[in-house]
């Protein structure tokens, strides 16, 4: 269950079935030779076609919440309803903090796991109170190699999706949008939050809760109840 552990744990136990979806280039799926927000979106409908069988409640975090955005414009009978979790949506050209590499990180190995899982560091970095899911998600996050441990993630996974498509893919997105977002967060700000309703063609829905970035860690159980409040919305949608 790995970052969605503290989200999923809640919503199961509430009886909601619950697909997680791990992107291609993450976690212990394959890497590819390059990355779209097309190729990751047809992904996303694929696992939906296949698994849910019909339409689903989607929700995304940071880069993941971006991805269901094109996803969800490319196939919107599909995905009725949207749950963005402190995903950053910013207008074109606006300048804006940058709190992730700008470029693919160096491979590293490392002679053991324990060692390799200590290098492991959020970004951005803030602080967990569940330290116990924080030493899972670190020690998940390495495999094993001929020379050694490494990260299974892809570091050339990050900034392949540009501000403009996101833009053209709300303006095409009509069904409701809900952002969730922590009030500490270095990663969403007043001016992402305000271009994310204006650019988007649908009703857009904006709720702040105590907490960073990471919200699906400390604030697992909080955010597993906005979700299962959305989804059954979903019977009431025309």
Do not use: K, N
């Amino acid at each position: 269950l790995g970052w969605w552990e503290a989200v999923i744990a809640p919503l199961t136990e509430a009886g909601h079935a619950v697909v997680g979806l791990e992107l291609s280039g993450h976690g212990a799926s394959g890497h590819r030779a390059t990355y779209t927000a097309d190729l990751w979106a047809h992904e996303v409908l694929q696992a939906i076609r296949d698994v849910a069988g019909g339409p689903a409640l989607l929700v995304g975090h940071s880069l993941g919440g971006r991805v269901s955005i094109c996803a969800a414009a490319a196939d919107p009978a599909l995905v009725p309803r949207l749950v963005l979790v402190d995903s950053p949506v910013r207008r074109p050209g606006a300048p804006h903090r940058r709190v992730l590499p700008q470029r693919p990180l160096p491979r590293r190995t490392h002679e053991t796991l324990a060692e390799a899982a200590a290098t492991f560091r959020l970004r951005p970095r803030e602080p967990v109170a569940d330290t116990a899911l924080l030493d899972r998600i670190a020690a998940a996050a390495f495999a094993e190699h001929s020379d050694g441990w490494s990260l299974r993630a892809d570091m050339s996974v990050f900034r392949r999706i540009p501000d403009e498509t996101l833009a053209t893919a709300l303006a095409t997105y009509t069904g409701p949008v809900t952002l969730i977002y922590g009030t500490r967060s270095t990663i969403v700000d007043q001016p992402g939050r305000d271009f994310l309703a204006e650019a988007h063609a649908g009703s857009t829905e904006l709720v702040a809760i105590e907490g960073y970035h990471h919200l699906t860690l400390d604030q697992g159980a909080e955010v597993a109840g906005l979700i299962a409040e959305r989804h059954a919305l979903l019977s009431t949608q025309p």
